[in-house]
């Protein structure tokens, strides 16, 4: 008898953080990514991880991410701190093991995506690749 297939219940699309998903993110920030005691004050977190959500999903620029996330560059500078100090990829556990809990990842299915194009400009097909190295002498002994 065939086993019939487990059907999954996709999870929503995320665009923003809800409240629920920003209090497990806020915990994980709290411990990874404190706000500074001196200093100018940073931009708001949970605008920033927004900014960050809707960037990539929509590959936009920095400089056209829309003002409700604050200003693009303290943005994109929040997610480079967050990917030195490993916070993106602790979110990500946490994300996944939550999913699991809610029998959400399907893990013998998954893709990749990816974008091939032509070379700007097209370059030169017959032209003579420049060396790299320089040439070296024989051994002279």
Known sequence: MARRKRRYKPLPTIWESDDELWSIIQEILDQLDPPASTGRPR????EALNGIIY????GCQWNQLPEQFGDDSSVHRTMQRWIVKGVLQRIWAVLIENCQELDGVNWEWQSADGSMG?????????????RIVGKTAPNAA
Request: net charge positive.
């Open 55 to 58: 960037q990539m999903r929509t």
């Open 43 to 46: 931009t708001g977190q949970r």
């Open 118 to 130: 032509k070379a700007r400009f097209g370059g030169i097909a017959s032209a003579r690749t420049p």
